[in-house]
């Protein structure tokens, strides 16, 4: 049974501390999406990607933000510097996109971040 | 860009009656409407979805609507159960021609089933 993974499930930092989180995709997925949850703001489109390449990352603060895909087993969603408006928890999802048709998006079981 | 807008934020349901929860979507070229679950602490999960050719689905109790015209669809849950207590979420989604697809989800819906 397939599964997207994320680590760490659970961090606490402090403010000013970079904070690096890890999604691996289903194996043969081709598109990964970043999500913000928090209980204010619902499930928050942060990024994605496709074949690797960021597609859309208007919904992330550039200035302290940044996603990556260094393989197509690896992606990367870091901040830096955390500041404790950025607790909540971080969902990474993974889907097989194909031309104009949609598929499901199978979701990691997040990692929650608390910055104190 | 889209923008998703669901109701009610909160549903209190007895058991064995049904619930309604509804969504709107700006973007006209939304194509596809997932409706997630996410129990407490949980992952969100995909329970049923509905294509922009298809104007109602059902999958045993729980039933989707759209219409495109109005921008609107609906989840419809019969029956419902104490373990249908969760947050829903609906969600609309654009495909590309060039291949991936982007999805911007409602801010939920908290359903409580009371036994």
């Known amino acids: 049974d397939a599964r997207v993974t994320q680590t760490p499930r659970h961090k606490v930092t402090e403010m000013g501390q970079e904070v690096t989180m890890r999604c691996q995709p289903i194996l043969g997925h081709n598109t990964v999406f970043w999500y913000r949850q928090t209980m204010m703001q619902g499930l928050e489109l942060l990024a994605y990607f496709r074949n690797r390449a960021p597609l859309d990352d208007s919904g992330m603060p550039k200035d302290r933000f940044s996603a990556e895909m260094p393989d197509a087993t690896l992606a990367t969603l870091k901040i830096q510097p955390s500041e404790p408006r950025d607790s909540a928890v971080y969902f990474c999802a993974s889907g097989l996109a194909r031309l104009a048709i949609h598929n499901e998006q199978f979701f990691g079981p997040g990692t929650r971040l608390t910055v104190l | 860009g889209e923008n998703v807008e669901q109701h009610p934020s909160t549903l209190s349901v007895q058991e064995g009656d049904s619930a309604v929860i509804k969504c709107t979507y700006s973007?006209?070229?939304?194509?596809?409407f997932p409706w997630y679950k996410q129990e407490l602490g949980k992952r969100p999960q995909l329970i049923i979805d509905?294509?922009?050719?298809?104007g109602e689905k059902k999958d045993q109790r729980i039933a989707v609507t759209l219409n495109k015209t109005a921008k609107h669809f609906s989840l419809h849950i019969t029956e419902t159960q104490p373990e249908d207590s969760a947050v829903y979420f609906c969600?609309?989604?654009?495909?590309?021609?060039?291949?991936?697809?982007?999805?911007?989800f409602g801010a939920g819906t908290r359903l409580f089933v009371k036994a």
């Open positions: 973007d006209s070229a939304s194509n596809y």
């Open positions: 509905i294509r922009s050719n298809v």
């Open positions: 969600a609309a989604s654009i495909a590309f021609d060039t291949g991936g697809f982007k999805t911007i």
